[in-house]
């Protein structure tokens, strides 16, 4: 498999699924900043522009993060990274796809590229401050979610972990506060050895 990732982007939380997995892969490093993902390389794999996409060992390629991390659990379900149970499931998808569709896309994305939805520095702040607030309220609305587990998924991290590991590190970056659980999540986060070598901060 080869995992077409970019520093910083959400593309961080497949390659935790895949050290969580140990599955073997390559990741492939796009430089968003350059313009790489509207490269007509890349836009051969991801019409869509966007990181992540999985190449998979079939040839096909697989895109937005809720599709490929549910590929990879339930390929993998030894791992243990998504529920069983139709109930347990439509949780654990209600949850993936809060943090994907609204507390990354309506809350840290205008937070962090404002610039790409409004020209002028009036319209940019409007929008970075209601990014703020939709990624704050995302973010207390999930600890409400998490409670005194140690993880979302239950007593081990699984998707929907790896999806709100990657916003946590946005919050660090732009100074969005955390509810406590939240910073004890990311913590035991930090911690496993899968998630430093997703993050290259251990050799493979
Ligand atoms: N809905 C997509 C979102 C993917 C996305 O927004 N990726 C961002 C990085 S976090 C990206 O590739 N941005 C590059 C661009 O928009 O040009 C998913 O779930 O995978």
């Known amino acids: ?19 969580e997995i140990g599955a073997p892969h390559e990741v492939i490093t796009l430089d968003l900043r350059a313009g790489g993902q509207r490269g007509p390389d890349y836009l051969a794999i991801n019409p869509k522009g966007k990181v992540p ?10 895109t937005e993060f809720p599709a490929i991390a549910l590929w990879l659990a339930r390929t993998h379900p030894e791992a243990g990274l998504w529920p069983t149970g139709l109930e347990e499931e439509v949780r654990a998808m209600e949850l993936l796809d809060y943090l994907v569709s609204t507390v990354h896309m309506r809350g840290f994305t205008l937070l962090l590229v404002p610039q790409k939805f409004a020209p002028g520095e009036e319209a940019q702040a409007a ?22 587990r140690p993880f979302l ?8 972990d790896a999806a709100l590991f990657y916003i946590l590190r946005w919050a660090a970056a732009v100074g969005v506060a955390l509810p406590d ?11 496993r ?12």
């Open 127 to 148: 929008l970075r401050a209601h990014g703020r607030a939709v990624a704050t309220e995302g973010l207390a609305q999930v600890a409400e979610r998490l409670g005194d």
């Open 193 to 204: 050895d899968a998630v430093r070598r997703a993050l290259d901060l251990t050799a493979a």
């Open 153 to 160: 998924h239950g007593a081990r991290p699984g998707v929907t």
């Open 53 to 62: 996409a999985l190449l998979r060992d079939d040839g096909s390629v697989l």
């Open 1 to 19: 498999m080869k995992l077409f990732h970019a520093p910083g982007a959400c593309s961080l939380g497949i390659r935790v699924l895949l050290e």
């Open 181 to 191: 659980v939240l910073r004890a999540l990311d913590d035991r986060m930090m911690a």
